[in-house]
C-alpha cells in the first residue's frame, strides 16, 4: 500500500511561483510510474508532468512545459513539482500519482491509469 500526501498550495499572483511536495509511504517510492495532475474548476483532471523509473527524461503536458518542473529526492520519498510563471488558468486542485510499475508512453497521460492518488492541494493563481 502507498500513501501520497501533497502539500504546498496556495494562494499567489499571476507571474509568481509556488513549489508542491508530494511526500510517499512506502519502499517503492522510486519504482513505477509517478507524477502530478491537476482538475481545474468544471474540468476533468488532467495530466500536468509524469516521470518513469529508469527514465532519463520527464513528460510535460504542452501548457505547463518549460514553467514547470517535476524532481525527486528519493532518500527523502518526495516528489517535486516547481511552478513559475504561473497564468490565472494554473488555478487547480493538484495531484500526485502513482503506479507500482512503468506505464506505457502512449497511455501515461492518463489519470484511470493511476492507482494511487494524493489528497489534493489547492492552487490559486489570483492577482
Known amino acids: 500500500q502507498v500513501e501520497l500526501v501533497e502539500s504546498g498550495g496556495g494562494l499567489v499572483q499571476p507571474g509568481g511561483s509556488l513549489r508542491l511536495s508530494c511526500t510517499a509511504s512506502?519502499?517503492?517510492?522510486?519504482?513505477?510510474?509517478m507524477g502530478w495532475f491537476r482538475q481545474r474548476p468544471g474540468k476533468e483532471r488532467e495530466f500536468v508532468a509524469v516521470?518513469?523509473?529508469?527514465?532519463?527524461?520527464?513528460y510535460y503536458a504542452d501548457s505547463v512545459r518549460g514553467r514547470f518542473t517535476l524532481s525527486r529526492d528519493n532518500p527523502k520519498t518526495t516528489m517535486y513539482l516547481q511552478m513559475n510563471n504561473l497564468e490565472p488558468e494554473d488555478t487547480a486542485i493538484y495531484y500526485c500519482?502513482?503506479?507500482?510499475?512503468?506505464?506505457?508512453?502512449?497511455?501515461?497521460?492518463?489519470?484511470?491509469?493511476?492507482?494511487?492518488w494524493g489528497q489534493g492541494t489547492q492552487v490559486t493563481v489570483s492577482s
Open positions: 512506502g519502499r517503492t517510492f522510486s519504482s513505477g510510474t
Open positions: 500519482a502513482k503506479h507500482g510499475n512503468r506505464i506505457i508512453t502512449s497511455a501515461i497521460a492518463r489519470p484511470q491509469m493511476y492507482n494511487y
Open positions: 516521470v518513469r523509473q529508469g527514465d532519463t527524461n520527464t
